[in-house]
Every structure is written in structure tokens, then in C-alpha cells.
């Protein structure tokens, strides 16, 4: 057990502090009340913590006074404290604090993983989950970052100039979503959020969120995204796409012109520079997505969004029916977006029922399994083209007439860029309504639409006041 602390050097860094307070700050930033062995130790750091919170002195007069009021103080402990000599470098010193403290939680964690999986014999997937979340914390605590160079933070700083001016200076409280318009509505989605996108098929569900990732990878931001219905070779044909205007069907043939081979040269050796990480595997469960998401986000703390395509082809335990399945995973990934201080976004299908409705404009009751869903989600967002379905019934028309026997002409035409609406169904920081955007069809691209439409405010009814009837509110240009 010897080698899990060292008292004399404890003692030395406090010793430190009370002869010199200024280096407390320095030392705090390190450390933490519990990095320390011994509960006096402990209790010392804290009342320094305390007093420098409350401006005042540091040192061993108001130390003991604070010890006496918490009930902590030991006059010997304090003593030999007192008798260690300071030292004028702790740098080692806090570095050897710090690897002891990190030994002590793994022996800890080795002695809970033997009690869970033995004694209270826990699931081994409920167990593996343990370990990870325990690993990510202690790793976490043992990271310290230093000073940062001018170099580094100038450019830093210019990157987020420019970001500033391509958002038309709009202000952000989260992550970008890419879009302008969908900014302005939701201020971007927030750290620690789940956002739920979902659409009935031929919507372009997958095209959106691939969108969204092209645009945080441009900003140098880090994407993790799991795709369960298509490889990442697909999913890079369609950023390369949206990125160079080639339409896909000409990249998935390779029928380019010399100025085009050259444009996706460049695009190509662009991305493959960025910090865009994909499973594909096909295969995930909660804890799957867990172990991967928490070891990444260690590995590169400039992932500042995970992408999940999408909720339903997830696996659960299967124990209680697929209902349960789906409240499991939706409450972990809840829980995966807090704890990593990132916004998790999974896109979900809709129910079918939606097709027979005249008004085929989805609702929060369409989202198949939508109870729990409907309950984690921060935001929900649904994908809508009305010129899917006005070519779905004008090819129905038609095929109704040649079986009649009838001539029938369709004044519907094709058009290679349509109208989309993203619906904001809920949002638990903010108003619902809808925000227009442009779909591209050949390059599987969403822009913002050119102007800025109004926006209809829904409040919840609860909200409304008395004897005002419907509110709306049009949002002005910006």
C-alpha cells in the first residue's frame, strides 16, 4: 500500500502553500481535495480552497481557525505539517500526487468491479459500462493542460474570427448546426443535449445531418458518426458531393470532366485532413456506442458532435420488448451527451400512419416508439419536402389513368433544387415553428434558403395568457 502514497511529499506541497499563498492558485489548478491520502490532508486543502474564495490569508493562524470551526483539526497532523521543509519547485511534486491519486481510484475500481460482478452479480454489459465511465473520470482527472502558446491561441482566435463572419454575426450559445436560419431559431445545439431529427424515407434524412457534419469538420470541430445503414465510402461520397457541387451520380461513376477530377482532388486531400471518425460496422447497442464515443472524445477532445444513423437500427437487451429497448437507449444517450458535454444527434423514423393524413406535415405523436423518445429529446427536429409527396400522387394519378385507359398529363415538374422544411417539434430551451431551407437533389445538399421567413412562434398552452386567443409572432428580417 506504501506505493499508493507518500505523506512527506503531501506534506512538503502544503507546507509550500502556507509559506508561499501566491502559488496557490498555480497548485489548485492541479490538484484536488481528494488527489491527497490522508483525510487531513484533505481537509487542509479544502479550508485553502475556501479561504482563497473568500480573500482570505492563507496561512496557519486562519488554516486552524477554519479546521476548528469544520471539526477537522489535528494538532499533531498540523505539527508535522508545518515541520516539513517548503520546497520552491512542485512541479514533480504534483505530477507524483497526481499518479498516486489515479493508482488509489483503479485499486478502488478494481475492488467495486470484483463486488459487482461477483457479489452482486450485475449483467456483464451493465458492468463493462461501469468500468468505462469509471476509467473515462479517472483518466480525465489526470489530464492537466498548460500553458497555451501565442502562436496557437493567435490562430485559434482568427479560426473563430472567421467562423463569426460565415455565420453573418450571429450569435451562438451551442455548436453550429450548419445552417443560419435553423441558428437564429435555436441558438445551436446545446452542449450536453440530445436531438433527435426524423423524417419518412426519400426525405433526406441522412443528407441533412451529413450536411451538418461537413460544416463542423470545415470549422476544424471533430464529428464521430455511426452509421448503421450505409459504409463510410457512401457517406464520403456524399460529402465530397455536397463539398464540390459534382452531382453524386456522376462521382459514383466517376464520369468527370479534367477541371472536375481536379476540384475532387483538392476536396479529397481537404478531408482527409479533418478530424471525421465513422463506424460502420453496422452493429451498435447503448454500451457499444458508450465504450466507443467515451474512448474518442479521451482520444480527441475536439469532437464537438456524435452522429447516430439512426435510433431505430440500434440493438437492445430485448428483455421487455422493443419499446423498452428504445426508452434504454435513447435515456443512455441523454446520459452519454451530458457526461461528454457534447450534443449527441440521432436521427428516428417515423410511423406510417403520417401517409394517409391529408396534411402529411410530421407531428411529435408520428415518431415510432415516441414516448420516451419524445421525453429525452432536447430537441426535435423533422425533415419535410412537400414535392416528395406531390410526385409520389402525380405518379399514382398517372398509373390510375394508363390502367384506365386513360390519357393523363402531369403539369408536375422535376426541379433540381426543392423547398424543405425543418420543423422544430420541440425544444425545451426555445420556441417550436419552422425554418425554410433549399434541397439541391443532384448534390444531396440542404442550404439555407435566401431569404428569411417568417417565423411562427408555438408556445405550449400553458404559456399563453388569459383572454389573448392564438399568438404569432413574425420574427423580423436579419
Do not use: C
Amino acid at each position: 500500500m506504501e506505493n499508493m502514497y507518500n505523506l512527506n511529499i503531501e506534506r512538503a506541497v502544503l507546507s509550500a502553500i502556507i509559506f508561499d499563498p501566491e502559488i496557490y492558485e498555480e497548485i489548485a489548478a492541479k490538484l484536488n481535495p481528494h488527489d491527497f491520502y490522508l483525510p487531513f490532508h484533505q481537509h487542509v486543502f479544502l479550508a485553502m480552497e475556501e479561504l482563497s474564495r473568500e480573500e482570505k490569508p492563507i496561512d496557519e493562524e486562519f488554516i486552524k481557525s477554519r479546521l476548528q470551526t469544520m471539526g477537522k483539526f489535528d494538532e499533531v497532523a498540523m505539527l508535522d505539517l508545518l515541520s516539513a521543509n517548503p520546497i520552491s519547485n512542485t512541479a514533480a511534486y504534483l505530477s507524483e500526487i497526481k499518479a498516486k491519486s489515479s493508482k488509489r481510484a483503479l485499486a478502488t475500481l478494481a475492488t467495486e468491479i470484483k463486488k459487482v460482478t461477483i457479489e452482486d452479480d450485475l449483467p456483464a454489459e451493465e458492468v463493462m459500462n461501469l468500468v468505462e465511465k469509471k476509467l473515462y473520470e479517472i483518466t480525465q482527472n489526470n489530464t492537466n493542460e498548460d500553458f497555451r502558446e501565442s502562436k496557437e491561441i493567435t490562430l485559434a482566435m482568427m479560426d473563430e474570427i472567421n467562423r463569426l463572419k460565415a455565420l453573418g454575426n450571429s450569435k451562438l450559445i451551442g455548436t453550429d448546426t450548419g445552417f443560419k436560419n435553423l441558428n437564429d431559431k435555436t441558438s445551436g445545439f446545446g452542449k450536453g443535449d440530445l436531438v433527435i431529427i426524423a423524417a419518412r424515407p426519400a426525405m433526406g434524412k441522412t443528407a441533412l445531418v451529413l450536411n451538418m457534419a461537413l460544416k463542423a469538420i470545415e470549422r476544424n470541430e471533430g464529428v464521430a458518426f455511426f452509421s448503421l445503414e450505409m459504409p463510410a465510402e457512401q457517406l464520403m461520397l456524399r460529402l465530397l458531393s455536397a463539398k464540390t457541387s459534382i452531382p453524386l451520380q456522376q462521382l459514383r461513376i466517376g464520369d468527370l470532366r479534367d477541371e472536375q477530377w481536379s476540384q475532387l482532388s483538392a476536396a479529397t486531400d481537404e478531408l482527409s485532413q479533418k478530424k471525421l471518425f465513422v463506424d460502420d460496422g453496422g452493429y451498435a447497442t447503448i454500451h457499444h456506442v458508450r465504450s466507443k464515443l467515451r474512448k474518442l472524445k479521451a482520444q480527441h477532445p475536439e469532437i464537438s458532435v456524435a452522429i447516430i444513423d439512426y435510433l431505430q437500427l440500434m440493438s437492445g437487451e430485448g428483455k421487455e420488448g422493443r419499446q423498452q429497448e428504445v426508452s434504454e437507449i435513447s435515456r443512455g444517450l441523454k446520459q452519454l451527451a451530458r457526461e461528454l458535454q457534447i450534443p449527441i444527434v440521432a436521427l428516428s423514423q417515423l410511423n406510417r400512419g403520417l401517409e394517409a393524413r391529408e396534411n402529411k406535415r410530421p407531428m411529435l405523436s408520428d415518431l415510432r416508439e415516441s414516448g420516451a423518445i419524445e421525453q429525452d429529446a432536447d430537441i426535435i427536429l423533422f425533415v419535410y419536402r412537400d414535392d416528395v409527396y406531390r410526385e409520389a400522387k402525380e405518379k399514382e394519378k398517372e398509373m390510375k389513368a394508363k390502367a384506365e385507359g386513360k390519357e393523363y398529363t402531369s403539369d408536375f415538374r422535376k426541379k433540381s433544387e426543392e423547398e424543405a422544411e425543418i420543423i422544430i417539434g420541440k425544444q425545451r430551451n426555445g420556441p417550436t415553428g419552422t425554418v425554410d431551407l433549399i434541397f439541391q437533389k443532384q448534390y444531396t445538399r440542404f442550404v439555407d434558403a435566401s431569404h428569411s421567413p417568417a417565423f411562427e412562434v408555438v408556445y405550449e398552452e400553458s404559456d399563453i395568457p388569459a383572454n389573448t386567443g392564438n399568438i404569432s409572432v413574425d420574427m423580423p428580417p436579419i
